[in-house]
């Protein structure tokens, strides 16, 4: 059974500081990875993606992290900035044409 | 603009009453895709289309059908609503095929079944 999990459902941070998401996943053969940001009343939007073949990728103030030995992927933002509140999926591609969702993560930033 | 387009963005109606949720993209995608989206549960994929008259069934298909006559729509239908069916339902597309591309999604259509 293929599985992802974000354990966590809520998260604060204050403005300025390290934000980190975490998500855990079953099930490897091939996989790509993926996170969405959506907010309040929209769909969610991508963010950032890592293939199975990398251990990191960066884009601005967004960085996924995989670690493959552990099943685990984490998004750090840094800094932090109030327009970051959201919610935040994790997806996982197992090698099909299909997407399995985390149930994401609120993320909120304090000013 | 490129967009995914559903509607009706809200809708309340009652058991057994049939209904269509209409999707439609602008961006030519090949991969269209439907979810909802309950508390708890994140968002789980009901049905998928990889091209034209191509459909495939996702991890929750009982209830709904979908079809796929042209390229830039793919309508979810619910025959005989039930109120189980109640949630929010996101419609995405992507360019080919939905697992290593990002998908653009629609706004959502918050549906309640009484």
């Known amino acids: 059974d293929q599985q992802v999990k974000q354990n966590s459902p809520s998260l604060s941070v204050q403005e300025g500081r390290i934000s980190i998401l975490n998500c855990d996943y079953t099930n490897s053969m091939f996989d790509y990875f993926l996170w969405y940001k959506k907010y309040p009343a929209e769909g969610p939007t991508f963010l950032i993606s890592?293939?199975?073949?990398?251990d990191k990728n960066e884009d601005g103030r967004f960085t996924v992290f995989l670690n493959k030995s552990a099943k685990h992927l984490s998004l750090h933002i840094v800094p932090s900035q109030p327009g970051d509140s959201a919610v935040y999926f994790c997806a996982v591609n197992f090698g099909n044409e299909k997407l399995t969702f985390g149930t994401g993560t609120r993320l909120t930033i304090i000013p | 603009e490129a967009q995914v387009t559903q509607n009706p963005r809200y809708l309340i109606t009652v058991t057994g009453k049939k209904l269509t949720v209409t999707c439609s993209q602008n961006?030519?995608?090949?991969?269209m895709s439907w979810y909802r989206q309950d508390p708890g549960l994140g968002l789980r994929q009901i049905y998928y289309s990889m091209n034209v008259e191509v459909t495939d069934k996702g991890d929750v298909p009982e209830g709904y059908k979908v079809s796929r006559k042209e390229k830039r729509n793919f309508p979810l239908i619910l025959e005989s609503p039930s109120p189980n069916q109640t949630s929010l339902y996101f419609c995405?597309?992507?360019?080919?095929?939905?697992?290593?591309?990002?998908?653009?999604f629609g706004d959502g259509t918050r549906l309640s079944i009484l």
């Open positions: 995405a597309s992507s360019p080919s095929k939905g697992g290593n591309q990002p998908q653009h």
């Open positions: 961006m030519n995608h090949e991969y």
């Open positions: 890592i293939s199975s073949i990398k």
